[in-house]
């Protein structure tokens, strides 16, 4: 029904900046959703990054990426961006952005749709 694909991973050194991308298709009101980022590392479970809701005035971060990344999204494009700065090894995982199609308030709604994901890798 609604289709979620990441893109801009790729391998960044230590100190780099890197900047994903996600593009919604399929039957949805994209500018009614609140979205999300997650990243999952070898042998860990999947993390919560960041959130956004449909207007872009409530942000979320973990703590791990507070002051270095920064979520954003453009509703007429259907897009959700994701700027990661200062980067650190510990950053590395694949990446994915998820799609709430309601949000009441605090930090974790429930998510509805997922990406496959895109592979960031950061070097020392």
């Known amino acids: 029904q609604v289709q979620l694909v990441e893109s801009g991973g790729g391998l960044v050194q230590a100190g780099g900046s890197l900047r994903l991308s996600c593009a919604a298709s399929?039957?949805?009101?994209?500018?009614?959703?609140?979205m999300g980022w997650f990243r999952q590392a070898p042998g860990k479970e999947r993390e919560f990054v960041a959130f956004?809701?449909?207007?872009?005035?409530?942000?979320y971060y973990a703590d791990s990426v507070k002051g270095r990344f920064t979520i954003s999204r453009d509703n007429a494009k259907n897009t959700v961006n994701l700027q990661m700065n200062r980067m650190k090894p510990e950053d590395t995982a694949v990446y994915y952005c998820?799609?709430?199609?309601?949000?009441?308030?605090?930090?974790?709604?429930?998510?509805?749709?997922w990406g496959q994901g895109t592979q960031v890798t950061v070097s020392s």
């Open positions: 956004v809701n449909w207007n872009g005035a409530i942000t």
């Open positions: 998820a799609a709430a199609r309601t949000y009441s308030g605090g930090p974790r709604p429930q998510y509805d749709y």
């Open positions: 399929g039957r949805t009101t994209f500018s009614s959703y609140a």
